[in-house]
C-alpha cells in the first residue's frame, strides 16, 4: 500500500479498506485509524466494513473509547451502522471491562431499528461475565433464547458467569441444557467444573467430569487441575 502512495499511483477506496483490513488483522489500531483519516482526507468514502474493521483493531488494540467513537462518528459522516458495527463495539467494550456499556449498545440496536444477533449478545454476556454480572448475564441469555438459539458460546459465557458468581447449581442446569442440544465444548465442562470447586460441590464435580468422558469431549489441564481442587477442599 505505502509503495502505491510512494508511487503516486492513484490509490482509491477498495485499496485502503485492503489496506485497513490488514491492520486489523495485524492488530495495528494506529496505522488503521490513520488511513480511515487518510480516506476521509481525499473525499474517499469509507463503507460501514471498512468501519467495521478498524473498529475491529481497536478492540484488538484494547481501545474500547476509541472503538465506541468510531462508532458515534458513523452517522456524523451519514453513514448508518448495522449491527456488525455495533457488534464489533460491544466486543470491545467487552475487552475492555466496560459490561455498562456493552449492555447500553446491546439496548441501543432496537432504538436504531437493528435486530441483535447471536454474536451481540455473546458479546454482551461476555462483558458480563468478565464484569462478574451473572445476573444480568442470565437475564441477556433468556432474552436471547426468546428470540433465537443460543451456540456453544453463548452457554460458555454463561456458564463462566455463574461460575464467577458461585452459582454452582444454575452453572449445571446450563450445562445439562447444552448437553441436550449439542456436544459442550470442553470450556463448557471446565467452568462448570470450577463452579462446582467454588462451592464445595466435590462429588458434583466428580460427576461432571463423568459426564465429560461419557460425552468423549477431550479433558485438558484446566479440568484435571478444577477437579483435583474442588475435592481438596472437599478433602477427599
Known sequence: FEEMQESRLEVDAISYSAAIG?????????????????????????????????????ERGQQWQKALHLLRSMRGN?????????????????????????????KELPRSKLIPDVIAYNAAISACEKGERWQEALGLFAEMRGTMDADVISFNATISACEKGHQWALAIELLSELRRETLPHVISYNATISACEKGHQWQLALDVLRSLRADGAPADVVTFNATISACEKGQQ
Not at 496505522?31 to 475491529?56: C, H, N, V
Not at 453513514?79 to 466496560?98: D, R, Y
Request: charged share 25%; proline share 3%.
Open 78 to 106: 451519514l453513514l448508518e451502522p448495522n449491527v456488525v458495527n455495533f457488534s464489533a463495539v460491544i466486543s470491545a467494550c467487552e475487552n475492555g471491562q466496560q459490561w455498562e456499556k456493552a449492555l447500553e449498545l446491546l
Open 22 to 58: 490488514a491492520c486489523e488483522r495485524g492488530r495495528r489500531w494506529e496505522k488503521a485509524l490513520q488511513l480511515l483519516a487518510a480516506m476521509w482526507g481525499k473525499e474517499l468514502r469509507p463503507e460501514a466494513m471498512t468501519y467495521t474493521s478498524t473498529i475491529t483493531a481497536c
